[in-house]
Structures are given as C-alpha cells and as structure tokens.
C-alpha cells in the first residue's frame, strides 16, 4: 500500500479518493457505473453545467429535476413553448441564461439532429457555451482531454501549487496546471474529482486537509495559509440604483396585475409588477408621480433590496387595492389569481415585492 501510494501519480491518487467518496449528483454517471458501462447522457450534463453557473448544487438540485421531467430529452426541450421554459427557470437567475438554453436545444434539434456534438470547437458555436463549458462538456460526457477550470478548481490547484497570484491573472496558471495534471484515461472523472475534492475537502475555509488525497504533495497543506488562497483582486464597488415597484390588487378576487419585461436586456422576457425604470438617480420619495394609473397607491413600509451582478437594487413599493376598469388594463399586462401567481415567470426580485405588498 505505501509502496503504491509512494508511486502513484496525482491523478491515480485523486481517483482512487472519487471512486470511493464521489457526491452522488442528479445528472452524474457513479464511477461504478461508469466503469460498468453506464455513459453520462449529454443533454443532463449541458443542462446541469447551465444551471450551476453561478449558482450552488444544492440551488440546482431541485430546478434540474424539474427540467427533465417536464423535457426529459434535448428535442423536448426544442419544441417547448418558451415561456414555460422561463417559467420552469423563474427563481434561478441569470436568466439570458435560460433563453440561450432554449437557443442551444433548438440548434441541436435542428442542426445536429438531436446530439450534443463531443469536441469543444464545435460545442463553442452553440448559444450559451463559453470556454468552460464547452470543456466540461467534452470532458464529462464523452471523456476527451480537456482542462476543466471552475471555482472549485481555482481554489484546489492555486492551493496544491502555491500560487499567488491573484485572479483572475492566475487564470492561464491554472488552466495549464489542470491541463497537465489531467489523465488520458477517465479525464471525465477526474475533472469532477477535483471538482469534489474543492466542495468537500479543500473548502474556502478550513480545508479538511488531514482527509485529502493530495495532502502529501500539496505545497501549503495543513497551514493557516491555505485559506488565503486564492488571492483575488480587489472588487470594484456596485453601484445602487432606485426604483419602484407598483402593486395593483384586484378587491373582489385577490389577482395581481403583471406585465411581460421587453425581450432583451436584464431579466429579458420575464415576468413584472409595474414600475419606473431602475437608476442611481431614481428618488423614491416622487414615485409617485410615475405611477401607471391612478388608484389609491400606498407606500409599503418594507422596501425591497436586491444584488445583481453589477448592481444592488433598492426599490420602494406601493400598493392599491381596487376595481379594475379599463383604466387598469395596461398593454401588454394581465391579472393574475392567487392561484396562477406561483407558477408566473417571476424573477427573484418580484417575489421579493410581491411579499413586501402581499404578505
Ligand atoms: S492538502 Fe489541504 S490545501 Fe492542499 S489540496 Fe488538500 S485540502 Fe487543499
């Protein structure tokens, strides 16, 4: 056994650990079952890598099992309408991100007769896949050579090399050391070892270093300079912008009115209550004087925040309870019960709103 683990190479050592401690995730092959014969499906792993784009597994988890039960292939998925798509993504974030996913289906129904094409050159012409994902794609699913980098990897490689230079400058460092260190047999299972290995074990803080496969070899192993890295460059202030958000309920029924974002742009094609135009002008006091129509609007006591990627949001919200008249009916808009409201195309941050008016 010391004699092996004396001559075994990083990447035998790192999948010797996968093979028995590998997370069990919707949309992976086990390497039992891989070595068994069992192929990891394409379209779960285009899904899954999608999805996990700057969101966490367990985020993922219960959004990626709804996805394939309702399009359980990639032609399902094609010909669903879009809007049930947006509405499958609502809450997920990021939501260009679920209209070049609609994209990428149809292009693969269309051109590629329903299959996910296995090189990256090809896989980066798709809608939606960047560098990274193209290579991951490459690597879990049809296991080609491939240097997988994401977050977890960044954390692990900058650690086991000792590498201080901050990010994103480090970024062709890792990628060449990734691309090294990965095997020519099972790169699939090694990409996501390492993957596993920087989730469990080499965590941001307080790497579970005494348990790590690499723990022999690793240049900053069981140091308190292990959670320093990786470096990153200083972050640029968000800048906050202002808003208001209008909340027109139905007396009688209870329906809320809601209209349809434009299609592009930030959460283009999703779902809204009325409102003004987001902006580090915006003053909250005189909302009142962009109101959609006239009703008796009431200012919320709960003002509603929220982080984009490259702003925070603050927005003040009113309500009226009323009778809609024609006055009410807005181009574009609808009202929706309180039965239908949980299954609208609703982001993030109009739920948000919707709970400072409803609640
Ligand atoms: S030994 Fe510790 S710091 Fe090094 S790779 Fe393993 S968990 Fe990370």
Redesign the pocket.
């Known amino acids: 056994m010391i004699d092996h683990m004396a001559t075994a190479s990083p990447s035998q050592l790192l999948l010797a650990w996968y093979d028995r401690h590998a997370r069990t995730l919707p949309w992976r092959v086990s390497p039992d079952n891989r070595k068994h014969g069992e192929v990891p499906d394409p379209y779960r792993v285009w899904l899954s890598e999608i999805m996990l784009q700057q969101t966490t597994v367990a985020a993922v988890k219960s959004y990626f099992e709804k996805f394939v039960s309702l399009w359980p292939t990639v032609e399902d998925l094609a010909a669903a309408p879009e809007e049930d798509v947006m509405k499958a993504w609502a809450g997920l974030g990021y939501y260009s991100r679920a209209r070049n996913l609609k994209k990428c289906a149809e292009t693969i129904a269309a051109e590629h007769d329903g299959r996910f094409p296995a090189d990256e050159a090809t896989l980066l012409k798709l809608p939606g896949i960047g560098p990274y994902t193209a290579a991951a794609i490459a690597t879990i699913a049809f296991d080609r050579h491939a240097a997988v980098v994401d977050g977890n990897v960044e954390r ?1 490689l900058t ?2 090399f000792q590498i201080e230079t901050p990010l994103p400058d480090a970024k062709p460092d890792i990628k060449a050391r990734m691309a090294t260190l990965t095997p020519d047999a099972r790169p699939g299972d090694f990409a996501q070892a390492v993957m596993d290995l920087g989730a469990t ?2 965590t941001p803080k307080k ?3 005494g348990l ?1 496969p ?2 022999e070899i ?1 240049a ?3 140091s308190p300079f ?1 959670e320093t890295l990786p470096r990153k460059a200083p972050k640029k202030e968000k800048p906050t912008r202002f808003g208001a958000a209008f909340v027109a309920v139905d007396i009688n029924t209870g329906s809320v009115l809601l209209r349809r974002r434009p299609p592009k742009g930030l959460l283009g094609g999703m779902t809204e209550v009325p409102g003004t135009e987001w902006s580090e002008g915006f003053i909250g006091e005189t909302a009142l004087d962009a109101v959609p129509f006239a009703a008796p609007w009431e200012k919320q006591v709960k003002q509603v925040t929220h982080t984009f990627t490259h702003f925070h949001l603050k927005l003040s919200v009113f309500r009226a309870d009323l009778i809609p008249t024609q006055t009410t009916v807005l181009a574009g808009s609808w009202w929706s019960s309180p039965q239908e409201l949980g299954e609208e195309a609703l982001p993030t941050v109009m739920r948000k709103v919707l709970s400072a008016a409803l609640d």
């Open positions: 692990v650690r086991l074990i080499c790497p579970a270093c790590c690499w723990r690793c900053v192993q069981s292990a």
